[in-house]
């Protein structure tokens, strides 16, 4: 079950990321032993919400006369767990699992969509996506309040294994992981053109998809929708949580461009002029080709991301709770999911991008 959620994950032909720092490093150890993980507990302390991570997670109890349940949410996604009362049998992951060796990462392709970093060593290995646990405490029933789930792209040089292993603790863990739910992640899709013009007004619309599956999360009032939308809801152990995207940021991190927020439904009208526009739509004009991105940037860009701005991304969700069919309540006060993306500009003129612009 996640805690904290950190990513680092590439998106459409624009790069998506929520822990913020973008990764390419080599991958961590796939297992570890019982107790022996790094930092002692399988991870590091769930990030401050320090305006660079995404919000740290927030936790509400409801106690009954027969159990204890948790309602938790942070940037990256909601939850709730419960465990009985008076049961006498809710032994530690240490008691029950021994020293079984606990499979902390697992990989997988990256989904179709998503576009990969630039592979200089082809011969020497891929990328693909990493999911690792980190934070657990072994001596708590199901791993402790602090646990986390970090998602990032990495490179996996050949031979190493990344198949799934099985057995009683991995399982248990990866089960509560894969039973929570992670708020929708924009997938920015440019208009008019899908690659954004010098001098064009770019309007940014999006794709909401779950970070695990790719699957586009169509729920609520976005319900049918091809593109998804902002909205979450999910319904376990007698309890309702729903999140509501509000507003979404996109900062290019360059010089004399600013940063631009607005409506996460990002409306936009297919082929009609910039004045005929909504108000809220979520648009930039560049004045100038992300040629020069490095020399101008405000933000480090990883050597990797080449001819490309490197955005920072920032969804506020708020969370709600309640018992199925009772009255919802605030959990918390807002949560902000950040990314990093990719945003390449071209020149109009730029060989293979024929221009779509509507004046």
Known sequence: MRRGLRFAVFASALVLAATVFFGTHAPPAAACLLGTCEGGGGGSEPPPDDGVSSSPTRVERVTTPARTCSVYANGGGMGSYCVSLGGGDALTLRERFGGQPLQRCRYSEIPAGIQQPFNSRPDEGRYMLMRCLGNIDFDTFSGGRDRTLDISIVFVPNGTDTEDQSNGITDFLWRQVESSTQMPVPVMQPRPNPTPLVGTPTYFTFQWVDPSSNDVVAQGPYSGRSQGGPFRRIETNGFVMEAQASSIRI?????????????????YIEDA????????????????????ARELATEPIPSNIREAFYADVEVRWDVTYGEAGGEMRPLGDGFVMRMKQVIPVQEVQAANQPPIVVF
Not at 251 to 267: F, H, L, M, R, Y
């Open 251 to 267: 900062d290019p991190n360059q010089e004399g461009i600013g940063a631009v927020e607005c409506s996460p439904d990002t409306p």
């Open 273 to 292: 002029r910039p004045a005929a526009q909504p108000a809220d739509a979520c648009t930039i004009t560049f004045p100038r080709s992300s040629a020069s």
